[in-house]
């Protein structure tokens, strides 16, 4: 089978990279084509043969009569229609995989696609895996960053709301762009020609159902992760958070939870709150086997989360070393845990509710040492199973 993998970024940059290049890796290696498609860059590490990638749109950078162009090319690209279109004919793929693709890409690739299944003289799926909200709320988040509350009103196609409330880097300017991208595209019904839309949680799932376009073409499918040596350590008393110190990851929670002695390994624009605090030890960014061997010994790990998150990678990490989670009972977070199994929830937001799931597991040891098994005992799909779904839909 040949796959056509898009997403905007195609060099490592977050989640969606990481997601594109495994699943890529991992085909190839049981005989299927895989090629990219995304944007030049100095750091891009995949390929067409066809050698077709969009000019790199720097958002803060570039010269002042590139920025100009930038709110139409963020609409619609007919670059990135005419290169893709180049790919497809030279490629010829079975599956066009999209991931993230608006604002630099642009759903007019969507047009061009639809072109070529129809000259393609064979069936053709289009399938997208949504890594975010982009579909249903023009900031992705659905989280206003001004008020930073959790916010649905967009929901339904009212995009009006991204403007009225600047939901785009708490620009007017920004969210005014955003807005007539969402609105036009479905207004035209752009979405329709995608056959499968792959959410990686339940929750996700439940939110773009809310479109009638999507209920039909949903599916919810956990993100994989990489398998791990399952063992017991010797664990040490401490609470670990993991991550990027930001205000939607419930930094200010942990700030808050003045009961609770905490060691942090990350960092993120909230570092200097976080290095202010006594109860709070900043060890700075950890990775590999140093950041592995602080998951292993802590006590159990924290996910205060205050957005709706979908599937956390650090969620599932904590629990395959063997070390329970004290997660936010928010978005795709409750789907990871099993509570009072493999960790305990708590109401986002709440330091009180916080402090006190986090002892519930300190302050009892035999709880804690039953935790950790169960732990070394939970499930989540590998890249291997993962993709024998995958191949499922692709083949439907």
Known sequence: MKILMVNKFLYPNGGSETYIFKLGDYLKSIGHEVQYFGMEHEGRCVSNNAEQYTTDMD????????KIAYPFKTIYSAEAKKKISIVLDDFQPDVIHLNNFNYQLTP???YAINDYKKRAGKKVKLIFTAHDYQLICPNHKMKNPITGENCEKCIGGKFINCAKGGCIHSSKAKSLIGTAEATIYNALKTYKHIDKIICCSEFMKSKMDTNPLF???TVAMHNFIDTVDKKEVEKEDYVLY???YAEEK???TIIDTKGVNFVCAGSGDMEAQINAQPHIKN???KTGSELEDLIRKAKCSVYPSTWYENCPFSVMESIMYG????????GGIPELIDDGVTGVLFESSNSEALEKAVKSITENDEKARQMSKSCLNAHFDTVEEYCEKLLKIYGE
């Open 108 to 110: 007019s690739i969507i």
């Open 283 to 285: 060890l700075g960014f």
């Open 250 to 252: 419930g930094i200010e």
């Open 323 to 330: 070390t329970p989670v004290v997660g936010a009972n928010i």
């Open 59 to 66: 958002f803060h950078g570039g010269s002042k009569l590139r």
């Open 215 to 217: 209920a039909k073409k």
């Open 242 to 244: 993991f991550g990027r």
